[in-house]
């Protein structure tokens, strides 16, 4: 079964500097089948990329996603004051479905 | 719209059962995989498993074996959860989400395990 590791545990930054979260996989992970979703206070999580690299429907464009084989980055150009929460890699497979989270980042306000 | 409307806020005792529900709508139920996800107070997110469209297979994380089970009514759009011999730990909001690749998700279902 693949682990995730998410690095850093928390990243405190200004709004309008960029955001790098890391997620690294225990093993290589199948088809990129990674996903990265963001989560507020009280709220359900928010799907933002899927397959390392793809946006999800209504995601802004200033989310990206990068990474291959057992590493993979979100990355936050400029930080809005909306986007101050905790993001979790997923990694999904087929066969057989299997999916796994990390222990999340936690992005906040410095 | 589509939508996921998860039932209320249950507290039970330790070795009871629980049912949560998740009613679908805005979409076509039988479509899509069906997932359940939970999270403790202060804890991440915790995969427990899935269902298929049909409700014919399932498919649980390796923790939640022999005490989890998801079904599904296809006549009423509406998703179930079980889970059995409840323990202080299992104490967490419990998240139906729709699709192989969830992107649609329920409000939550807080789950209290006191004695």
């Known amino acids: 079964e693949i682990v995730l590791t998410q690095s850093p545990g928390t990243l405190s930054l200004s709004p309008g500097e960029r955001a790098t979260l890391s997620c690294r996989a225990s093993q290589s992970v199948r088809n990129n089948y990674l996903a990265w979703y963001q989560q507020k206070p009280g709220q359900a999580p928010r799907l933002l990329i899927h397959?390392?690299?793809s946006r999800a429907t209504g995601i802004p464009d200033r989310f990206s996603g990068s990474g291959s084989g057992t590493d993979f980055t979100l990355t936050i150009s400029r930080l809005e004051p909306e986007d101050f929460a905790v993001y979790y890699c997923?990694?999904?497979?087929?066969?057989?479905?299997?999916?796994?989270f990390g222990p999340g980042t936690k992005v906040d306000i410095k | 719209q589509v939508q996921l409307v998860q039932s209320g806020a249950e507290v039970k005792k330790p070795g009871a059962s629980v049912k949560v529900s998740c009613k679908a709508s805005?979409?076509?139920?039988?479509?899509?995989?069906m997932h359940w996800v939970r999270q403790a107070p202060g804890q991440g997110l915790e995969w427990m498993g899935i269902i298929n469209p049909s409700g014919t297979g399932t498919r649980y994380a390796q923790r939640f074996q022999g005490r989890v089970s998801m079904t599904r009514d296809t006549s009423t759009g509406t998703l179930y959860m079980q889970l059995s011999s409840l323990r202080s730990e299992d104490t967490a909001v419990y998240y139906c989400?729709?699709?192989?690749?969830?992107?649609?998700w329920g409000q939550g279902t807080t789950v209290i395990v006191s004695s």
């Open positions: 805005g979409y076509t139920f039988t479509s899509y995989y």
């Open positions: 989400a729709r699709g192989h690749l969830p992107d649609v």
């Open positions: 397959g390392a690299s």
């Open positions: 997923q990694q999904y497979d087929s066969s057989p479905p299997i999916f796994t």
